[in-house]
């Protein structure tokens, strides 16, 4: 595997590398992220990774400080994963002079569900992902679900915009007792650790609920954030929503995701399930 450090230096390799998949991240790499290499492989000639912790998408407050960074480690598992290159810049690299262009998705994709809670997320994200789109030119690029609204954006973003890049969106990774992989679960106490996976649970109700001809979703959703808040949650929402735009969705309208963001202790935790 070949670490590249520098536009120029990845831009100059790539020129040879033919079909080029690209999978985005910001480090500290579980099981989830290797999942999406192994499926890069077989959309591309070369699978080139990014690991860049991106200061734009963090809010004042937010962990940008303390995200962890396991660059050795990280280094390992992609060579490991049989990832051809890596492309990991520093700040002055992706920003030599500050970001004076920024990508805007709409208010009514951008500042619902994750984007009220933390405003101008997906306005860094989107700015940074069309910057090493830039930078890469991939023809293929993989986002995993778990970041449901995320994908979503990105999706909209290279079409409204006509970017020859397919997108790929790779199933949620989970562990034995079903929560979803994430960085962030490192932050967790054991007895957290423990309860997490009701995040999972209650989705799988919802779905259930909702298969079964039950669209009170009002209902659904309170019930369920109900149930976080009983067991010592700080839920931000719960929400069946459509997959396509995350909008609210019509009476007996199919196509539908349930999507579930809340704090246990000081870690947020997201999730989501495809009904």
């Not at 831009?11 to 033919?18: D, E, Q, S």
């Not at 520093?90 to 994709?109: F, K, N, R, V």
């Not at 609920?209 to 954030?225: I, K, Q, V």
Request: net charge negative.
């Amino acid at each position: 595997m070949q670490i590249h450090s520098t536009i120029a230096g990845l831009r100059g390799t790539l020129k040879t590398a033919g079909r080029v998949a690209l999978v985005p991240t910001m480090g500290n790499l579980h099981d989830g992220h290797i999942a999406l290499m192994d499926q890069a492989r077989n959309h591309g000639d070369s699978v080139v990774a990014t690991i860049f912790v991106n200061r734009l998408q963090f809010r004042p407050g937010e962990d940008f400080e303390k995200y962890p960074r396991t660059f050795e480690a990280d280094c390992a598992r992609l060579a490991a994963a049989g990832v051809d290159h890596l492309f990991a810049p520093d700040e002055a690299e992706m920003y030599p002079q500050p970001q004076g262009y920024h990508i805007d998705p709409p208010a009514e994709q951008a500042n619902i569900l994750d984007g009220e809670f933390r405003p101008g997320h997906f306005r860094g994200m989107a700015t940074v992902v069309m910057k090493l789109f830039q930078i890469a030119q991939p023809q293929v690029a993989l986002f995993g679900k778990k970041d449901y609204q995320q994908l979503m954006i990105i999706r909209n973003m290279v079409r409204d915009l006509n970017l020859p890049i397919e997108i790929v969106g790779g199933e949620t990774i989970r562990a034995a007792d079903g929560l979803a992989l994430s960085s962030r679960n490192g932050y967790l106490t054991e007895a957290e650790r423990r309860e997490a996976p009701r995040l999972f649970e209650l989705l799988t109700k919802v779905v259930v609920e909702l298969r079964s001809g039950n669209r009170d979703l009002p209902l659904l959703e309170r019930d369920a954030m109900d149930l976080l808040k009983a067991n010592n949650w700080l839920p931000d929402y719960v929400a069946v929503r459509k997959k396509i735009d995350l909008q609210l969705p019509a009476a007996h309208e199919s196509g539908l995701v349930v999507l579930a963001a809340a704090r246990l202790g000081s870690t947020r935790l997201i999730d989501n399930l495809e009904v």
